[in-house]
């Protein structure tokens, strides 16, 4: 069986991993998650769990699911995803001046990801 995948299917298997991994590490480590994002926790601690859904559980449910499906149609979404990050996270950065290294090097890595998983799998 792994003689019949093609390079297409490793890099979509090796992004959702990826993703898995981000995610994992935002919902089992929410506090240095926010630490490594300059995020803060209000009054209610309610950032902890908003990491650990948004920022975590999210990613891992929507990598695992193009995983269990393993259809063009799980990785487009997946890249759709990836493309609504990036285009929400260019727009804080010339919107709110948020124009860091760390800024525009995750919107690299989204822009990247969506561009390979819509194009690769459309």
Known sequence: ML???????????????LTIGLGLTGWLAPRWTMDLLD????????????????????????????????EPLGWLVMGFA?????IGRITSIFRDDAGSRQSWTFFGC?????????????
């Open 3 to 17: 003689g019949a995948l093609t390079t297409v299917d490793i890099v979509n298997m090796l992004v959702a991993f």
């Open 82 to 86: 990836y493309a609504g990050a990036a």
């Open 39 to 70: 995020m803060r926790a209000g009054p209610s601690n309610m950032a902890y769990t908003e990491i650990s859904a948004a920022s975590g559980c999210l990613f891992v449910g929507l990598a695992g699911g193009a995983l269990l499906l393993n």
């Open 110 to 122: 989204e822009a990247s990801l969506a561009a390979w998983l819509v194009l690769a799998n459309i």
